[in-house]
């Protein structure tokens, strides 16, 4: 078999088949969904891109990778040209690795040459003119711009050179191919071709976890029963600068737009495989590597441990893959001994995931352990813990505990948007602390050394 492996930066649960926002437009994710299995709760393990993608691409946590933020790399604790990656596993298992666009963090210069057959160096980003009125001001950098793009060639960009690329390397007999494909759009900046906008109404809904009809960063009560630490992560300044020059509705828009255009490219290697008639002989794996905010709770872009900012799609589809929907969450740890159980691949080092192809295959499958997300910075070897957060998952809670002893728990299925902590406002008594001290007790017990540096050993 071939497997395409296709990330898509920075997209949240607003795709049709999750059906994150009302008004997506996702035809080729509803292609995707039609011919497989869609994991509906499927987490990051941290919500950054470096940190996630490495914890996904080596199969390890981030207390094992030693990767926590976007200022660390892969390439600090894992040696190059071992082929440690997931990459590099499929390569030793006999595939030719073809790979274009973000699959590393840090495109092209994260990557590891001995992992790859061939990688597309040749893609470069566009540069833009403002366009929005914050960025024209300077109230935000243009790397946070957004709006149609305005220049004469919109289509010759990052994501589009690197799909063409792709779709050349798709040819019809070919087998034992490992086709990475990294889109970066909804990446800001939100600058996309007109007609992904024109997809959206002028004023679209609001995100539905939201808590109201209109975006206000003033509106304090979206915060209550938060603790001071889970604050400390907010970004406010995006939030304040949007709802002062009156962009809001435009910056969700163009989010909108960009995922539309992610689909499209998505949409386009999927023609290609259809073409060749390597469809059918195909395992197909979509992921991104975390959700994304637009004002739930004042938040804005990832780096929480809320649902919003660890909640991402995930589908498989390819030849024994079962069409339907798992419930259970599982985590992008699972990826890596889920593709070696496909392919026949071997990691060299030790895997925190856990193996998915029993849901493949349709059997009744219990995930052995909650889904752990972890967000702050740790060295090892300190005695200060840091500013260091967990958070847990599993089919009817999420429970949060902070460096400064916060927490927050909130029930999954009535309230999907996590408004209400149980824990605050004495609320703690009863069923509700022992529920949190067994979920708190979880933590310890799988991130024991961690657990004992922030002091939650009991």
């Known amino acids: 078999m071939n497997v395409l492996f296709a990330s898509i930066e920075d997209l949240n649960d607003w795709i049709e088949p999750l059906g994150g926002h009302p008004q997506v437009r996702t035809p080729n994710l509803?292609?995707?969904?039609?011919?497989?299995?869609?994991?509906?709760?499927?987490?990051?393990?941290?919500?950054?891109?470096?940190?996630?993608?490495?914890?996904?691409?080596?199969?390890?946590?981030?207390?094992?990778?030693?990767?926590?933020?976007?200022?660390?790399?892969?390439?600090?604790?894992?040696?190059?040209?071992?082929?440690?990656?997931?990459?590099?596993?499929?390569?030793?298992?006999?595939?030719?690795?073809?790979?274009?666009?973000?699959?590393?963090?840090?495109?092209?210069?994260?990557?590891?040459?001995?992992?790859?057959?061939?990688?597309?160096?040749s893609a470069k980003h566009k540069k833009y003119p403002p366009i929005s009125q914050t960025v024209k001001t300077r109230e935000l950098r243009p790397m946070s711009d957004f709006g149609p793009d305005p220049t004469s060639d919109p289509d010759e960009n990052?994501?589009?050179?690197?799909?063409?690329?792709?779709?050349?390397?798709i040819q019809p007999g070919q087998d034992r191919q490992f086709w990475a494909f990294g889109l970066y759009r909804p990446h800001l900046p939100f600058i996309v071709p007109q007609e992904y906008f024109d997809l959206y109404p002028p004023v679209v809904d609001p995100p539905p976890g939201l808590g109201r009809k209109n975006f206000n960063p003033n509106f304090l009560k979206l915060q209550e029963g938060l603790p001071q630490e889970?604050?400390?992560?907010?970004?406010?300044?995006?939030?304040?600068?949007?709802?002062?020059?009156?962009?809001?509705?435009?910056?969700?828009?163009?989010?909108?737009?960009?995922?539309?255009y992610a689909d499209a490219l998505f949409g386009k290697v999927l023609d290609r495989l259809e073409e060749t008639g390597q469809i059918d002989n195909t395992i197909i794996v979509l992921w991104s590597d975390h959700g994304w905010q637009f004002g739930e709770k004042l938040a804005f872009r990832k780096f929480t441990l809320w649902e919003r900012a660890l909640r991402v799609p995930l589908m498989i589809a390819g030849p024994g893959v079962v069409k339907g929907e798992c419930r259970e969450p599982v985590s992008l740890l699972d990826l890596y001994p889920t593709l070696c159980s496909q392919t026949?691949?071997?990691?060299?080092?030790?895997?925190?995931?856990?193996?998915?192809?029993?849901?493949?295959?349709?059997?009744?499958?219990?995930?052995?352990?909650?889904?752990?997300?972890?967000?702050?910075?740790?060295?090892?070897?300190?005695t200060d813990g840091g500013r260091v957060a967990f958070s847990l998952r599993n089919k009817t809670h999420r429970y949060s505990c902070y460096w400064n002893g916060g927490e927050e728990l909130y029930e999954s299925e009535s309230d999907p948007f996590e408004h209400i902590n149980l824990l605050a406002h004495g609320g703690a008594g009863g069923n509700l602390r022992a529920l949190a001290d067994s979920y708190q007790a979880q933590i310890n017990r799988l991130v024991p050394e961690l657990a004992e540096v922030a002091g939650w050993d009991g």
């Open 344 to 382: 026949g691949a071997s990691a060299k080092h030790p895997l925190a995931g856990e193996d998915l192809s029993p849901v493949l295959a349709g059997e009744q499958w219990q995930r052995r352990e909650p889904v752990i997300s972890i967000w702050g910075k740790w060295e090892k070897g300190t």
């Open 30 to 121: 509803n292609r995707l969904a039609a011919r497989g299995m869609v994991f509906r709760n499927a987490y990051a393990t941290v919500p950054a891109c470096s940190p996630s993608r490495t914890a996904t691409l080596f199969g390890q946590a981030p207390w094992q990778t030693g990767v926590y933020t976007n200022f660390q790399f892969w390439s600090d604790h894992y040696p190059a040209g071992q082929r440690r990656s997931i990459i590099g596993a499929m390569r030793d298992a006999g595939y030719a690795t073809m790979g274009a666009g973000k699959i590393f963090h840090m495109d092209v210069r994260g990557i590891d040459a001995e992992d790859w057959t061939e990688f597309n160096t």
């Open 158 to 169: 990052f994501d589009a050179a690197n799909t063409d690329w792709l779709c050349r390397k």
């Open 230 to 260: 889970s604050l400390d992560f907010i970004n406010r300044r995006i939030g304040w600068v949007l709802h002062r020059m009156g962009e809001y509705n435009d910056f969700l828009r163009a989010y909108l737009a960009s995922i539309s």
